[in-house]
């Protein structure tokens, strides 16, 4: 077998990915982001180039051979940022787990290491890669030896051998130093000659070979300033050159015999992965051909024993005593997700040792299974109890008492955590290894229904993971003070969504063909206006043809430029508003034609033959505890827009003589904000009843109430508001369209006003730099892993989500705490009213005649004490023939 040596620039990859990656961290709060990268760029490497021989070089020490030369040399470089300091330890694991060598030497660089072991590969002809991304090491580009270059992030790269260098640089490898010796290199502080960048350089190297000739021709070039600058720097040059010259003898205490890569352990590699929560990769263990299995037993991490029974009719009576058993494991699988129209492929139950495998149809006729799922003092461990229940009840078979939902669990103790699947769960926890279901099913195109005997075997490991997960978090929620508000708000919840999923939301057909053609006809009228004032027919969905006409044809000002033209988003046409009426028009036929795709015709395939809508509740999405609505998702509709509004006169009570009875939370961040900083003049403002934004403008502007305008109010409700989500200056200046200095003017004087408001967030922000996460009224909590991060904008970022996290995190509380109350005494009272909607402070109800004043005096109650706060809660009720009149 030919010999391929690879040699990987340690120090340059790592950084690289560092940089290149978002500030990512799992969920014990350990940054990876950079190990992330390292082992994406790893894995990508080994399998494309396929080395037989690979060493990873890394500087070690701070002072080189190269400080003797000159002093300052990499003086500039800011020091190594925590966040990745932490990270190196865990590449060093990385490679280990590869068994992969690794090697660094005070007094030299990793070039060094790398030049020395490709000069002397060169030599011995032995094919050579190196993978960084410092162009230094282009001058060891040979025969048989090529750099891979990082171009974009850490895995998208350029290969250059003599003949791709020669043609992007028009320079052979040799005279990479010299290149460097004219233009520098700011990040090593190499001075080069001042004011020689890389474009002069390469023109100077393209009549004279190298630095000593350049400098000793001064005057063969044009330009004064030019023959000046190489005769005052010519001694820098040389000195460049030399500070760039990678040294290839660095005495070596290992043989090219000790890199090789003997085969790659998948167990080990899979156990780092797991660790460190690289799911992505861990999905290629097995696909990879990289990887072989150990020769060892197998770690529980990827392989382990599982055995489980299919139940049938002849042997459901030997298997009755599972029930016996408690907490049981419940797990329902699906050839689709979603549970509306999803059929069930299989039932799993687990117990310790125990896995049953329960077809549908032998489910349905078990009557000790239908006995146990409707038994409220059995313990049933689910994942995702609102999709159990619909697939469930969808069946005919009624379930009651789900006692902990492994889903709800890990998004409770870390709801920034967004890989929440089951194989994920299995993986954080470290459990043991669970196929994903695309790793079962396949993805996209290429997925299949698995056969009986995999199926049986999939299910059954789910439901056995379920049970471990449930003794892991039961643990870890008591230790966080959790346990109440998984069992007493997320779960009720759960059950709440699942039916208000399954009643649905009925839809007008006949409104909605009425609303389809209105804004139609608006977006052909706007359509006509525009090009009327353009004075031509152009295509207006195109950026290309409508930045021609408003800036080349119409001549107004260019606010900002793209890679391919002129910027005509949203917040360009904004700002040119006021200059032409066109801008006007453009957007709103943007708007009203995003409306008619999304909503009229969008809604039009969401309605099931039932004449109604059943949108999906997202409870584990939002880090906030907000919920969210997909398919279609309802919370995005633009009530500020008046055809956004008209939206709403589609969705109607399901009963002709009924009602929508529509219940709005007034200000209920404000009123949060009040209560957790406990400013008296807001409090007192809240408890009077009065309009806060007018109370505000006239607290800052110093007026009396007459005197406050109309754009005073804005003012004032712009920055209640946006206190709220912790709004800079700028922010705030961009929402009000008003100078960043007279926005900062605001804010101050805000602040001054009430001064318990900005000791509230100071106070916070402390706390969560503390105990690294801030909590809500009712203690959801959320980690905030870069409140002390060294990089400004990633703390900045965590900064304002600990100031906004308590107050928003408590409007979802309060709304959640509130539904589940509504239900609980609705259904205690046997109500026929239903719960349908929640769209982000509003509930929306369809009420029968008869209960309309009993409902309207229960919503009011239920959801103004759903939290007892310093200042009243106060809620708007109003009814309507449909969710736009209800207003």
């Not at 909503?599 to 004449?611: A, C, F, R, T």
């Not at 584990?620 to 939206?647: H, Y």
């Amino acid at each position: 077998m030919l010999k391929k040596l690879m040699l990987i620039d340690g120090n340059s990859i790592l950084y690289r990915a560092f940089f290149a990656l978002p500030l990512l961290s799992n969920s014990t709060g350990v940054h990876t982001n950079a190990a992330y990268g390292f082992a994406m760029m790893l894995v990508k490497v080994l399998e494309e180039e396929k080395p037989t021989h690979v060493l990873v070089a890394f500087d070690i020490g701070k002072t080189t051979f190269r400080h003797k030369d000159y002093e300052s040399y990499k003086g500039k470089r800011d020091k190594t940022p925590s966040e990745l300091a932490e990270q190196i330890p865990l590449v060093y694991e990385l490679l280990e787990a590869f068994s992969i060598q690794t090697y660094g030497q005070a007094g030299f660089e990793a070039d060094d290491i790398i030049g020395t072991l490709a000069v002397e590969a060169e030599r011995e002809q032995v094919s050579t890669v190196i993978v960084s991304g410092d162009k230094d090491l282009f001058q060891l580009i040979g025969d048989h030896v090529t750099v891979l270059h990082t171009r974009k992030g850490v895995t998208e790269m350029d290969r250059y051998d003599e003949a791709a260098l020669r043609e992007r640089y028009g320079l052979a490898p040799s005279q990479i130093v010299d290149l460097k010796g004219l233009m520098g290199d700011p990040s090593d502080n190499i001075p080069g000659i001042a004011g020689v960048g890389e474009k002069t350089a390469l023109k100077l190297l393209a009549k004279f070979p190298t630095v000593e000739e350049i400098i000793a021709h001064p005057d063969a070039f044009s330009g004064k300033k030019l023959q000046e600058k190489l005769r005052e720097f010519a001694d820098d040059a040389i000195l460049s050159k030399k500070l760039a010259t990678i040294h290839t003898e660095v005495p070596l205490p290992f043989s090219f015999d000790e890199l090789e890569l003997r085969d790659i352990q998948k167990d080990k590699v899979a156990s780092v992965f797991s660790r460190l929560e690289f799911r992505t990769l861990i999905d290629r263990i097995d696909k990879s051909p990289l990887f072989s299995s150990s020769d060892n037993e197998e770690t529980e991490v990827l392989v382990e024993e599982h055995e489980y029974v299919q139940i049938t009719p002849e042997n459901q009576g030997e298997w009755e005593k599972i029930f016996h058993y408690s907490p049981l494991a419940l797990q329902i699988e699906t050839d689709i997700d979603n549970p509306h129209h999803a059929g069930i492929t299989g039932i799993a139950l687990s117990h310790k040792d125990d896995n049953l495998f329960v077809p549908l149809e032998v489910a349905k006729d078990w009557g000790p299974f239908q006995s146990w799922l409707q038994d409220n003092q059995q313990k049933k461990v689910v994942y995702d109890l609102k999709r159990c229940k619909i697939l469930l009840e969808r069946e005919g078979m009624k379930v009651a008492g789900f006692s902990f939902d492994v889903l709800l669990a890990a998004y409770v103790l870390n709801p920034s955590e967004t890989k929440l699947e089951l194989s994920d769960l299995a993986l954080q926890q470290s459990i043991g290894y669970l196929p994903s279901d695309d790793e079962a099913y396949g993805k996209g195109a290429k997925k299949r229904p698995l056969a009986l005997e995999p199926l049986a075997v999939h299910v059954t490991k789910k439901s056995a993971k379920l049970l471990a997960l449930y003794h892991r978090y039961e643990e870890q929620l008591e230790k966080n003070d959790l346990t109440k508000l998984l069992y007493e708000l997320e779960m009720p919840l759960a059950s709440v969504l699942a039916d208000m999923e399954m009643i649905g939301v009925k839809v007008d057909k006949s409104k909605l063909e009425e609303l389809g053609i209105t804004f139609k006809e608006k977006i052909e009228r706007l359509e006509k206006e525009i090009t009327d004032l353009a004075g031509t027919s152009f295509n207006i969905n195109s950026p290309k043809q409508l930045s021609e006409i408003l800036f080349e044809k119409l001549g107004l000002p260019v606010i900002k430029k793209t890679k391919t033209g002129y910027s005509t988003g949203a917040d360009v046409l904004e700002k040119l508003a006021p200059q032409h009426e066109i801008v006007e028009k453009i957007l709103h036929y943007r708007q009203v034609g995003k409306l008619y795709s999304t909503y009229i015709e969008g809604l039009k395939k969401e309605i099931s033959p039932d004449g109604k809508i059943h949108t999906r509740f997202n409870q584990t999405i939002a880090a906030t505890g907000r919920l969210s609505s997909t398919e279609p998702n309802l919370q995005n509709i633009p009530i500020r827009l008046e055809e956004g509004r008209q939206i709403r006169q589609v969705f109607v009570p399901s009963q002709d003589d009924w009602s929508i009875l529509a219940a709005d939370y007034s200000q209920v961040e404000l009123r949060i904000l009040a209560h957790l900083c406990r400013d008296p003049i807001l409090q007192k403002a809240f408890l009077e009843d009065r309009d806060i934004h007018t109370q505000t403008a006239m607290d800052v502007f110093a007026v009396e109430a007459e005197e406050v305008s109309s754009l005073m109010r804005s003012k004032a409700k712009a920055v209640n508001f946006g206190i709220v989500y912790g709004i800079s200056a700028f922010g705030l200046s961009q929402n009000i369209n008003i100078p960043q200095k007279e926005a900062k003017e605001f804010i101050d004087r805000y602040f001054a006003t009430y001064p318990n408001v900005r000791q509230f967030m100071d106070d916070v922000v402390v706390d969560a730099r503390k105990q690294g996460y801030v909590t809500t009224l009712l203690n959801r909590r959320r980690y905030l892993p870069d409140i002390n991060a060294s990089q400004f904008n990633a703390r900045s970022f965590a900064e304002r989500t600990a100031m906004n996290t308590p107050i928003q995190g408590s409007a979802a509380d309060i709304i959640k705490n509130a539904m589940v109350n509504l239900s609980r005494e609705m259904d205690k009272r046997k109500l026929k009213s239903k719960m349908l909607l929640q769209v982000h402070d509003e509930l929306i109800f369809e009420v029968p005649a008869e209960e309309l004043e009993e409902m309207k005096s229960l919503v009011r109650v239920q959801m103004e004490n759903a939290v007892q706060l310093s200042v009243p809660l106060k809620v708007d009720v109003n009814i309507g023939k449909s969710w736009y009149e209800a207003k």
